[in-house]
């Protein structure tokens, strides 16, 4: 039984690597700056724990292989271990394991260790029960004020904007992200209701968006394209569909987009969502 | 259950021994229902774990039914839940409560009951050679306040669905209405609770306000925890004074089997991290009636409504007050399963363990390093990123003793002569399917990484392999191994290596595929994919999944078959069928009410002495006296007189 159980825990090793190596299922296209860092990192964690996954178990089935066909009535080896060999595996898991662990840090650091730089696009996030919205500052480049007090769905305020605020006249808030390529954008993320989480798999971000605080974040996106955005974090009963479109436009383009007064604004942006999913040429 | 009548020496001693002993219960309730026999509430412990699975594991089978099949009607369903799957079509928030019910009965009433409260309770003091607990009616309580949490739990289910309600009770009924008014009216249409295991405020706390399946449902939900958090309170006292104070003689700290050690571990993190769960749970509770902002912020927008009832609190801290509780759950579910793997594979391999000391201090790092991690789950929270870093650091080191176990495991292994017995093979897969799911935490550890991976399915992956099925796999093991004790007769063997087979390879072909799921991208609780484009090419892995699932799920009622049938009708067992060495085998067959008829046993060595060169047979049990070789030094804690071979003498050979 032993060849048996030693086999059949090398063929699962072998397909188990297979599932990644064939990369059928991988990570989408990353479209951020600090994207092929983070594919970098990824991709040597995995092969490190593919390594470690695949060594043991390969041992694990020698073992068995080796030390389970005997049939004789010999004992085993009268052994209670081996200080040296225990240090020196212990010593050689430590120091990889931490090293990995602090280059882990380097996509983090570089996102949340400083502030958005200055010029940075500025859109303002603010989620619910299962829609999002995303205000743009409009034509002045001033967010108008806004008051959960005058938030009203039916009257589409959904962000509770100020009227009465004159920088709030030409803001923007519509269901769909829109952000430039090539220039920081920062987002500025609230939910009104229960934890969201905003998850855009090409964007190799994600962050939970949380009623009561005001979570700044920044990235810089590098490549246009249309795709899809879900929220990550369970919301309620259709947690499932809260869905939106993230669109990544040439710089000029955004800054075009933003110049626009708020019908045309609109009608752009559903044009803009006719496009393909994906990045140009390269549709999933 | 055969268990003996009042033998006529009891009797007799009786008022000898009436400071300490207990004699045997006569009456059915006492001896079978409230019983203060730690044997007896042991199986009580693993008949609740048994159910509870089950109930678990079918409503996993649900959940992959519906993310495969999302479109097809199943008429049983549709006239079982006629408010959760009308029509047979599952609601989408029919399929977010079997998401929370599946997690909670499993982490809580399965993964924390069966391999502590169960084979802990059996054979802890029967391996440390006491004759009970410590606190036996405190040992009684904590199972029976555990069944009551189970039983408000289930009870979440029905309150908030009035159709489902009505399955068992007439809705007009007296009763009934009391209930529902009680309940704050429940019946908001689904089959309970939707706020996931961890149960995150804002959503669990605002109520019904915040959509179907937050009203009394949720209430109930965090109520059945509080009252599993105070029977898991008593239930770890117990354990660390029985261990510390009721070894028998000669049962120096490092003689114990590493099954000990690993209740001793657990039973000191379940001390530890239940109140801050039991704390949180009141908060939560306070803030959904009484009025309390705990875990609400002011300024909440819920359902198009300006909430004005609640300011200042943080939906973070109940993240802080849960994981802190959440993570050492994970070690509390696993350390177990690491012992009575540790405990098999020896015993199988016919070999000592190799590295006992580095087994007991590994278990104990783990446990201590799991203190302080819980920051891994919360890294795109809104915590602050310094402290992500901090906890991420923290967290990949607590790989290094895991994987000094792993080294072990397999150093126990070389140059074994191993003995393929049903128990052995579940725990070489217990090792298997830890080192396939502990591994994937150095990816999901780094913060980086996690801002793609966080509550993607690579994350069910993981946890599932690891403190799901590993855990799992870990109590099969310890239940085909100590059914003999227990039981009194053997299970069959044939009908184990049909349920073992299938069942490590289906676990595999359901939670390796969730993994590359995970790197698509796909998010968990999501009760369908249909909308999400970028999914598509996942669907096959969906299917494989759900196929591995069913036929998987069927397997376990081989065991279930094979449990029943050997309790009444399995060959007798003999008290030591595994030749095995510590002290639960140096008893009868099941053990006397008492455990050792009396006459406590002394020990002599440590618990793994196989392959002994020069002894008679290739094991010596911890009792036997050893005159020929010099006494050694006194080992652990050195208050032992006696000689000693074994354990505590790593690495002199």
Same mark, same amino acid.
């Given at each position: 039984?032993?060849r048996v159980?030693?086999?059949?825990l090398?063929?699962i090793?072998?397909?188990?690597?297979?599932?990644?190596?064939?990369?059928?299922?991988?990570?989408?296209?990353?479209?951020?700056?600090?994207?092929?860092?983070y594919?970098?990192?990824?991709l040597?964690?995995i092969?490190?724990?593919?390594?470690?996954?695949?060594?043991a178990?390969?041992?694990?089935?020698?073992?068995?292989w080796?030390?389970?066909?005997?049939?004789?009535?010999s004992?085993?080896?009268?052994?209670?271990?081996?200080?040296?060999?225990?240090?020196?595996c212990?010593?050689v898991?430590a120091v990889?394991?931490?090293?990995?662990?602090?280059?882990?840090?380097?996509?983090?650091?570089?996102?949340h260790?400083?502030?958005?730089?200055?010029?940075?696009?500025?859109?303002?996030?603010?989620?619910?029960?299962?829609?999002?919205?995303?205000?743009?500052?409009?034509?002045?480049n001033?967010?108008?004020?806004t008051?959960?007090?005058k938030?009203?769905?039916?009257e589409?305020?959904?962000?509770g904007?100020?009227?009465?605020?004159?920088?709030?006249?030409?803001d923007?808030?519509?269901?769909?992200?829109?952000?430039p390529?090539?220039?920081?954008v920062?987002?500025?993320?609230?939910?009104?209701?229960v934890?969201?989480?905003?998850?855009?798999?090409?964007?190799?971000?994600k962050?939970d968006v949380v009623p009561g605080?005001n979570?700044?974040?920044?990235f810089?996106?590098?490549k246009?394209?249309?795709?899809e955005?879900?929220?990550?974090?369970?919301?309620?009963q259709?947690?499932?569909?809260?869905k939106?479109?993230?669109i990544?436009?040439?710089e000029?383009?955004?800054?075009?987009?933003l110049r626009l007064?708020?019908?045309?604004?609109?009608?752009?942006i559903?044009?803009?969502?006719?496009?393909?999913?994906?990045?140009?040429?390269?549709?999933? | 259950?055969?268990?003996?009548?009042?033998?006529p020496?009891?009797?007799a001693?009786?008022?000898?021994?009436?400071?300490?002993h207990?004699?045997?219960?006569?009456?059915?309730?006492?001896?079978?229902?409230?019983?203060?026999?730690?044997k007896?509430?042991?199986?009580?412990y693993l008949l609740l774990?048994?159910?509870s699975?089950?109930?678990?594991?079918?409503?996993?089978?649900?959940m992959r039914?519906?993310?495969?099949?999302?479109d097809?009607?199943?008429?049983?369903l549709?006239?079982?839940f006629?408010?959760?799957?009308?029509g047979g079509?599952?609601s989408?928030?029919?399929?977010l409560?079997?998401?929370?019910?599946?997690?909670t009965?499993?982490?809580?009433?399965?993964?924390?009951?069966?391999?502590?409260?169960?084979?802990?309770n059996?054979f802890l003091?029967?391996?440390i050679g006491?004759e009970?607990?410590a606190f036996?009616?405190?040992?009684?309580?904590?199972?029976?306040i555990?069944?009551?949490?189970?039983?408000?739990?289930?009870?979440?289910?029905?309150?908030e669905?009035?159709?489902?309600f009505?399955?068992?009770?007439?809705?007009?009924?007296?009763?009934?209405?009391?209930?529902?008014?009680y309940?704050?009216?429940?019946?908001?249409?689904?089959?309970?609770p939707i706020?996931?295991?961890?149960?995150?405020?804002?959503?669990?706390?605002?109520?019904k306000?915040?959509?179907?399946g937050?009203?009394?449902g949720?209430?109930l939900?965090?109520?059945?925890?509080?009252?599993?958090?105070?029977?898991?309170?008593?239930?770890?006292?117990?354990?660390?004074?029985?261990l510390?104070n009721?070894?028998?003689?000669?049962?120096?700290?490092?003689?114990?089997?590493l099954?000990?050690?690993?209740?001793f571990?657990?039973?000191?993190?379940a001390?530890?991290?239940?109140p801050?769960?039991?704390?949180?749970g009141?908060?939560?509770l306070?803030?959904?009636?009484?009025?309390?902002?705990?875990?609400?912020?002011?300024?909440?927008?819920?359902?198009?409504?300006?909430?004005?009832?609640?300011?200042?609190?943080?939906?973070?801290?109940w993240?802080?007050l849960f994981?802190?509780f959440?993570?050492?759950?994970?070690?509390i579910?696993?350390l177990?399963?690491?012992?009575?793997?540790?405990h098999?594979?020896s015993?199988f391999?016919?070999?000592?363990?190799?590295?006992?000391?580095?087994m007991?201090?590994?278990?104990f790092?783990i446990?201590?390093?799991g203190?302080?991690?819980?920051g891994h789950?919360?890294?795109?929270?809104g915590?602050?990123?310094?402290?992500?870093?901090?906890?991420?650091?923290?967290?990949?080191?607590?790989?290094?003793?895991?994987?000094?176990?792993?080294?072990?495991?397999l150093?126990?292994?070389?140059?074994?002569?191993?003995r393929?017995?049903?128990?052995?093979?579940?725990?070489i897969?217990f090792v298997?399917l830890?080192?396939a799911?502990?591994?994937?935490g150095?990816?999901?550890?780094?913060?980086?990484?996690?801002?793609? =991976?966080?509550? $993607?399915?690579?994350?069910?992956?993981h946890f599932?392999?690891?403190m &799901? %099925?590993? /855990? *799992? @796999?870990?109590?099969?093991a310890?239940?085909?191994?100590w059914?003999?004790?227990m039981f009194?007769?053997? =299970?069959?063997? $044939?009908?184990g290596y049909?349920h073992?087979w299938?069942t490590?390879? &289906? %676990?595999? /072909? *359901? @939670?390796?595929?969730?993994?590359?799921?995970?790197?698509?991208?796909?998010?968990?609780?999501?009760?369908?994919?249909?909308e999400?484009?970028?999914?598509?090419?996942?669907?096959?892995?969906v299917?494989? %999944?759900?196929i591995?699932?069913?036929?998987?799920a069927?397997?376990?009622?081989?065991?279930?078959?094979?449990f029943f049938w050997?309790?009444?009708?399995g060959p007798?067992?003999?008290?030591?069928?595994?030749?095995?060495?510590?002290?639960?085998?140096?008893?009868?067959?099941?053990p006397?009410?008492?455990?050792?008829?009396?006459k406590?046993?002394?020990?002599?060595r440590?618990?793994?002495?196989?392959?002994?060169?020069?002894?008679?047979?290739?094991?010596?049990?911890?009792?036997?006296?050893?005159?020929?070789?010099?006494?050694?030094?006194?080992?652990?804690?050195g208050h032992?007189?006696?000689g000693?071979?074994?354990?505590?003498?790593d690495?002199?050979h």
């Amino acid at each position: 039984m032993g060849r048996v159980f030693g086999a059949l825990l090398w063929l699962i090793t072998i397909l188990t690597v297979w599932m990644f190596v064939s990369k059928k299922w991988w990570l989408p296209p990353a479209i951020t700056e600090h994207g092929p860092a983070y594919d970098r990192q990824f991709l040597v964690t995995i092969i490190i724990v593919g390594i470690a996954f695949a060594g043991a178990q390969i041992a694990l089935g020698y073992m068995l292989w080796r030390y389970g066909a005997r049939r004789d009535s010999s004992r085993g080896i009268y052994s209670h271990g081996n200080n040296r060999v225990e240090m020196l595996c212990t010593a050689v898991t430590a120091v990889v394991f931490i090293t990995m662990a602090l280059f882990g840090q380097r996509v983090w650091a570089q996102l949340h260790f400083h502030e958005a730089p200055p010029g940075s696009a500025q859109v303002h996030v603010v989620a619910q029960q299962f829609q999002w919205n995303f205000q743009y500052p409009g034509a002045d480049n001033i967010f108008g004020r806004t008051d959960p007090a005058k938030i009203k769905d039916a009257e589409l305020n959904f962000v509770g904007l100020d009227d009465a605020d004159p920088a709030a006249k030409d803001d923007q808030v519509v269901t769909t992200l829109v952000m430039p390529a090539g220039r920081d954008v920062e987002l500025t993320m609230t939910s009104k209701d229960v934890t969201h989480d905003i998850w855009v798999p090409e964007l190799r971000f994600k962050q939970d968006v949380v009623p009561g605080m005001n979570i700044k974040v920044h990235f810089k996106p590098v490549k246009t394209g249309r795709f899809e955005l879900a929220c990550a974090e369970l919301c309620g009963q259709l947690h499932y569909k809260m869905k939106s479109y993230l669109i990544v436009l040439p710089e000029a383009d955004y800054d075009a987009l933003l110049r626009l007064p708020q019908a045309q604004f609109q009608a752009r942006i559903t044009e803009l969502n006719k496009q393909p999913l994906g990045l140009p040429g390269e549709q999933y | 259950m055969s268990e003996a009548v009042p033998v006529p020496e009891a009797h007799a001693d009786v008022e000898h021994h009436a400071a300490h002993h207990h004699g045997p219960p006569t009456s059915f309730i006492r001896k079978y229902i409230f019983s203060i026999d730690h044997k007896v509430i042991g199986i009580q412990y693993l008949l609740l774990a048994l159910f509870s699975v089950f109930v678990g594991l079918i409503m996993s089978v649900l959940m992959r039914m519906n993310l495969t099949w999302p479109d097809h009607k199943w008429p049983l369903l549709g006239s079982l839940f006629k408010v959760g799957a009308p029509g047979g079509q599952m609601s989408p928030e029919f399929y977010l409560s079997l998401v929370t019910m599946h997690g909670t009965i499993m982490v809580f009433f399965v993964l924390t009951t069966a391999p502590q409260g169960g084979f802990g309770n059996y054979f802890l003091p029967i391996q440390i050679g006491a004759e009970d607990m410590a606190f036996p009616v405190l040992n009684m309580l904590s199972f029976w306040i555990t069944f009551v949490g189970l039983v408000v739990l289930v009870s979440a289910i029905f309150v908030e669905g009035s159709a489902a309600f009505s399955v068992s009770i007439n809705p007009n009924s007296a009763i009934a209405k009391w209930v529902a008014k009680y309940l704050e009216g429940g019946g908001s249409g689904t089959v309970g609770p939707i706020g996931g295991w961890t149960g995150y405020p804002t959503l669990s706390a605002l109520g019904k306000i915040a959509g179907p399946g937050q009203g009394a449902g949720v209430t109930l939900w965090i109520t059945s925890i509080a009252i599993f958090c105070v029977a898991s309170l008593l239930g770890a006292l117990n354990f660390i004074t029985t261990l510390l104070n009721m070894r028998t003689r000669g049962m120096a700290l490092m003689r114990m089997p590493l099954t000990c050690w690993s209740w001793f571990t657990t039973a000191i993190l379940a001390l530890l991290s239940f109140p801050v769960l039991l704390a949180g749970g009141i908060l939560l509770l306070l803030d959904r009636h009484a009025g309390t902002s705990f875990f609400i912020p002011g300024g909440l927008v819920v359902s198009d409504k300006l909430l004005t009832s609640h300011a200042g609190g943080s939906p973070i801290l109940w993240q802080h007050l849960f994981w802190f509780f959440g993570h050492p759950e994970v070690y509390i579910a696993i350390l177990p399963g690491m012992g009575a793997t540790s405990h098999i594979l020896s015993t199988f391999a016919r070999k000592p363990i190799f590295g006992y000391r580095a087994m007991v201090f590994a278990m104990f790092a783990i446990g201590l390093l799991g203190f302080f991690v819980w920051g891994h789950h919360m890294f795109i929270s809104g915590m602050s990123p310094y402290s992500g870093m901090a906890f991420s650091v923290l967290t990949l080191s607590i790989g290094v003793p895991s994987a000094i176990k792993t080294f072990n495991w397999l150093g126990t292994l070389w140059g074994a002569r191993i003995r393929f017995t049903v128990p052995m093979l579940f725990a070489i897969g217990f090792v298997s399917l830890f080192v396939a799911g502990g591994i994937t935490g150095l990816v999901l550890g780094q913060t980086s990484l996690d801002l793609s =991976m966080h509550d $993607t399915y690579f994350v069910l992956g993981h946890f599932h392999l690891v403190m &799901g %099925v590993a /855990a *799992i @796999f870990g109590m099969f093991a310890g239940m085909y191994f100590w059914f003999p004790k227990m039981f009194g007769r053997m =299970m069959n063997q $044939t009908l184990g290596y049909i349920h073992f087979w299938p069942t490590f390879i &289906g %676990v595999y /072909a *359901i @939670f390796i595929p969730m993994h590359v799921m995970g790197l698509v991208g796909m998010p968990r609780r999501y009760a369908s994919f249909a909308e999400y484009q970028f999914l598509t090419k996942t669907h096959p892995l969906v299917m494989l %999944v759900t196929i591995a699932a069913i036929i998987t799920a069927f397997t376990q009622l081989i065991f279930l078959f094979n449990f029943f049938w050997s309790i009444f009708k399995g060959p007798k067992a003999s008290d030591n069928p595994w030749e095995a060495t510590t002290l639960e085998w140096t008893t009868t067959t099941p053990p006397p009410h008492d455990n050792f008829g009396g006459k406590l046993p002394t020990v002599y060595r440590g618990a793994y002495e196989f392959a002994v060169p020069d002894a008679p047979d290739d094991y010596v049990m911890q009792t036997t006296p050893d005159a020929t070789e010099a006494n050694v030094a006194a080992d652990g804690d050195g208050h032992t007189g006696q000689g000693s071979t074994g354990n505590g003498h790593d690495g002199h050979h």
